[in-house]
């Protein structure tokens, strides 16, 4: 620790005495100074013994004495040595007695013993304790580092390090969720300073802010914490070694500013924790190439060789049953055209990963926050991470492909990502009629999810997921699973330009027909093929004898050219009908 006054009144080489302020000997000393002036308080920092012999001060003048001793505090003097046997024998009176009033501790200092060596005291207690906390704040970080590299995980870390501050430690990822916390009563403190750790990540890394404190902004250098019952000093630290992207935060809660030591041991902390949160470029495009390689092995139907590929990385994801994940940009182009054709049974697999070894830019390098595909990868990621399950991230061009496991963090993350932004731009659940109405505006995603499948059905997952971005694509969702699509009405998928002028080609001729008044065969139709071929219930709908209903459908197989008879032609004209029907409603 810093000296103190009672550590140099302690001294055996300065034989230094205690003449007033007995009770405040323990105040730390920051230095010794000599003056003789009569107001030195311009030249004062705070935390100074000052040393003085009363040349130039009017040292038994109460009056005098009291305003000089008074101006000491206030600088933040912390002891007074008087030289004895210099100018006075004793210390006056005056001086004395105003020492005690203002509770400054006054030090007698006897002739033998020079100003220089207190001064040398103190400096060498102040180099001796700055060594101290040097060779602590190594070994802490000596520590902290055999932590790291340990099995234990960052919670490990974390407790070592608030054992080293004497405080609590938490850390965040890039979601600003607390992922791990030491001691455990600390989560729930950490979880308290959200906002201010979103304050802390919409800022240019490496940054740093201490917040809290229990006091006014600058009582403890601190800035006032968003949640005012936050009482601790605590200093947040980005992780990331990018100026764009911040890939977790530390905090640090502590009752009073860190010292050296525990400066180091902070700083140790962000480096290590730096460096297993944010893995380098090369590591990140060779984890991609290796998990690229495994999800063509998987949609090439090769499921042993993928798990021989995915090793101890992977492999695990492999082993239950997993969810295959499309998402893509809309505003990137690629949700306006449909994506490659998949495959059919027995077509080659798809080839949606040509480009993913080198495509890296937005998922290995440093992204924007606003890249909607790289927050739904980092939210992903992270939400795996928190309880150690493997996820397989794909980006694939202006697209992201994953597999993540059924049930699992990563997937329901995936959804309460997709129900806050739906919920913001509140079209949460809407379905919409029209395709050019439904389609999603500016850098929002959409994401389709296949049902739960195993490495086997690898590429039935692939097409399921295809799928259910088609639909979320045209309902104007951001998210929809396979299970939906399968479970919803095909009605909404007719919404579509393709069909709808499909559907207005193959009635042409019938309402080209009613539009001379000679009949009404479209409404006719619709009738009939509502009431399953029925002819009197149809024919009753309509007002009309089912002779004339009889004539009708004669007249709308000769128009259209093709047999009522055939049931594919009746769905046609029937889906026809709903597509046309939605057109107008719309």
Do not use: N
């Amino acid at each position: 620790m810093p000296p103190t006054l009672a550590s140099l009144v302690r001294h055996p080489g300065l034989k230094l005495s205690v003449l007033a302020g007995e009770d405040r000997l323990e105040t730390p000393v920051r230095w010794a100074h000599v003056s003789e002036l009569a107001d030195p308080v311009p030249y004062m920092e705070g935390g100074e013994l000052l040393l003085i012999t009363a040349m130039q001060i009017e040292a038994e003048d109460p009056e005098e004495m009291s305003r000089y001793v008074r101006r000491l505090v206030g600088a933040g003097v912390v002891g007074l040595g008087f030289a004895l046997g210099v100018k006075y024998a004793e210390v006056p009176a005056a001086l004395a007695a105003a020492a005690k009033e203002e509770g400054l501790p006054l030090i007698g200092v006897p002739r033998p013993t020079p100003f220089i060596a207190i001064s040398k005291a103190v400096s060498a207690a102040i180099a001796a304790d700055q060594y101290r906390a040097v060779t602590a704040g190594f070994e802490a970080q000596r520590e902290l580092t055999r932590t790291a590299i340990g099995a234990a995980g960052p919670a490990a870390l974390l407790a070592r390090l608030a054992a080293h501050v004497d405080g609590w430690a938490a850390l965040y990822d890039v979601s600003g969720s607390v992922v791990a916390a030491a001691p455990d009563w600390a989560a729930r403190r950490a979880a308290r300073l959200t906002p201010d750790v979103e304050r802390l990540r919409s800022r240019p890394g490496p940054a740093s802010i201490v917040v809290g404190g229990g006091g006014e902004t600058g009582a403890t250098g601190a800035e006032p914490a968003a949640d005012p019952a936050v009482a601790d000093r605590v200093e947040l630290q980005s992780l990331g070694t990018g100026r764009r992207t911040t890939r977790g935060v530390l905090a640090v809660g502590t009752g009073a500013p860190l010292g050296t030591a525990e400066r180091y041991a902070v700083h140790s902390a962000v480096a290590l924790l730096t460096l297993t949160t944010e893995r380098s470029r090369a590591l990140r495009e060779a984890e991609q190439r290796l998990g690229a390689a495994v999800l063509r092995m998987l949609l090439a139907g090769e499921p042993d060789h993928a798990r021989a590929v995915a090793g101890r990385l992977y492999g695990g994801l492999l082993d239950a049953p997993f969810r295959m994940l499309v998402a893509e940009v809309p505003s990137g182009g690629a949700a306006q055209q449909p994506h490659a054709a998949t495959p059919g049974a027995d077509e080659a697999p798809p080839e949606p990963l040509a480009e993913a070894a080198t495509t890296t830019g937005t998922a290995a390098g440093e992204t924007e926050a606003t890249d909607p595909l790289a927050t739904l990868t980092d939210t992903m990621e992270a939400a795996a991470a928190r309880i150690g399950e493997s996820v397989l991230v794909v980006p694939d061009g202006e697209r992201l492909i994953v597999l993540a496991p059924d049930g699992g963090a990563a997937v329901a993350a995936c959804a309460e990502h997709a129900r806050a932004v739906e919920s913001r731009r509140g079209t949460r659940a809407r379905p919409r009629d029209r395709a050019a109405a439904a389609a999603p505006h500016g850098d929002e995603l959409v994401i389709g999810l296949s049902a739960p499948a195993g490495p086997v059905a690898a590429a039935a997952a692939y097409r399921q997921a295809e799928q259910a971005l088609s639909v979320a694509r045209r309902r104007g969702r951001m998210l929809v699973e396979h299970e939906q699509v399968a479970a919803g009405s095909v009605l909404p998928l007719l919404a579509d330009d393709a069909v709808r002028a499909f559907a207005d080609g193959m009635l042409r001729a019938l309402h080209e027909h009613d539009a001379t008044g000679r009949g009404d065969l479209v409404a006719s139709l619709r009738a009939w093929l509502s009431r399953h071929g029925q002819w009197d219930a149809a024919a009753a709908d309509l007002g009309v004898h089912r002779h004339t209903l009889r004539y009708r459908m004669r007249r709308v197989e000769e128009i259209l050219g093709r047999s009522l008879d055939d049931p594919d032609v009746r769905m046609e004209l029937w889906l026809a009908l709903k597509a046309t029907a939605a057109g107008t409603s719309g």
